[in-house]
């Protein structure tokens, strides 16, 4: 929509690049959280007197500290990031109407979950089976469109971080692949979300990477690095930019003690985003590193299950997710949040270092 203005009002060129436009669709998602954010929390303390159904067998101190704080928070970053897209970025690239469905499907998803949980009281709402249906299905659709933007020889390619050369052609195998790098990402970031400010916090960190890579591929600056250029790409950078303003002042609100939870609302939302953007520029691999909290988070229920049924009711952790194992070695909830913060910027400078230049 700015890019329209600029022209109407022959503005100068440098306030129409990419560039530009990520600091204000940045700083636009970031001042809309801000302003709307206690208003948000207000209208949903009014409509869940009970707030969140606490996990009965979680840490019990979440008991007593995360009774009555309401949920679906996730609006607030949905909202401020699509609006801020919708002013900021070019809504003739197809890129950014994928990502905005895919928030608009996967924040519905997530909103329809926690509107049962809120309703019925209960920590189980939807069933996983119908989830999934629905997550797939947006999935195929936005790798199909991917698919088809990509030049013909990069189309069903999976290339290798920190390596030149190094890359498969996954054939019509790569279509079910990407879907599951979506759904994958979307279900690890919704596990994360367990603490005061750690989902918000790390997604923060992933986005700034990939909003990185995302600058480069889509420019001429390209061939001076390690990386293959992607058409429309670009664009994704001010996609990412909003979703960091808009979490960030989230954050503002969400940091312990926390006066709102961002809910499977935004943790499926945004971890979906994540995991597409991952697709769009090449970069599958590459969100296992950056990522790899949000990996790690998925990796510890899965061996937690697959530990509880295969040795008699054993259990391989304290407690699953791991930020709550570390809980339950005593570790209070700040400091469990601050150190997967430091482990996720120091994962985040790993993958920048993907961008050797020739």
């Known amino acids: 929509m700015l890019q329209y203005l600029f022209n109407l009002l022959s503005a100068p060129d440098y306030l129409n690049t990419v560039y530009s436009r990520c600091f204000m669709a940045f700083f636009v998602a970031l001042i809309l959280a801000l302003s709307f954010g206690d208003r948000l929390i207000k209208i949903l303390h009014a409509h869940q007197s009970k707030g969140q159904p606490i996990r009965e067998d979680g840490p019990k101190t979440h008991l007593l500290t995360k009774k009555g704080t309401p949920t679906m928070g996730g609006l607030l970053i949905l909202g401020a990031s699509i ?15 994928i990502c905005i469905l895919v928030l608009l499907v996967f924040g519905f998803v ?13 920590a189980n709402a939807m069933t996983a089976k119908m989830k999934l249906l629905l997550q797939f299905s947006t999935a195929f659709l936005s790798v199909g469109v991917i698919s088809y933007l990509m030049p013909e020889n990069e189309r069903f390619v ?15 195998f790569y279509v079910p692949f990407a879907m599951v790098v979506i759904v994958g990402s979307s279900n690890a970031v919704n596990l994360s979300d367990g603490l ?3 989902a ?10 990939f909003m990185i890579f995302s600058y ?3 420019s001429e600056f390209v061939q001076e690095y390690y990386l293959q250029p992607v058409p429309y790409g670009a664009e994704v950078a001010v996609v990412c930019a909003a979703v960091i303003g808009a979490c960030l002042g989230f954050l503002w609100f969400n940091a312990a003690p926390a ?8 943790s499926l939302a945004l971890g979906g985003l994540l995991g597409t953007v991952a697709v769009m520029l090449k970069q599958e691999i590459l969100l296992a590193v950056v990522g790899f909290v949000f990996v790690a988070e998925a990796l510890s229920v899965m061996m937690q299950v697959f530990w509880f049924r295969h040795t008699g009711g054993k259990r391989f952790f304290k407690m699953a997710p791991i930020h709550h194992h570390f809980e339950q ?5 700040t400091r469990v949040v601050l150190r997967f913060w430091i482990v996720g910027v120091i994962l985040a400078v790993i993958g920048l270092m993907a961008l050797q230049m020739r």
């Open 259 to 266: 006066k709102v939870f961002m809910g499977d609302t935004g």
């Open 196 to 198: 005061d400010g750690l």
């Open 83 to 97: 609006v801020s897209m919708l002013i900021c970025a070019d809504l003739l690239n197809p890129m950014v109407w």
């Open 216 to 218: 480069i591929v889509g």
């Open 200 to 209: 918000s916090g790390l997604l923060i960190i992933a986005f700034t990477v």
């Open 158 to 172: 999976l290339h290798f971080p920190y390596f030149v050369n190094l890359f498969i052609d996954l054939w019509w």
């Open 110 to 122: 997530g909103f329809a979950d926690d509107y049962v949980k809120v309703t019925k009281q209960t």
């Open 329 to 333: 070695c005593g570790w209070p909830e």
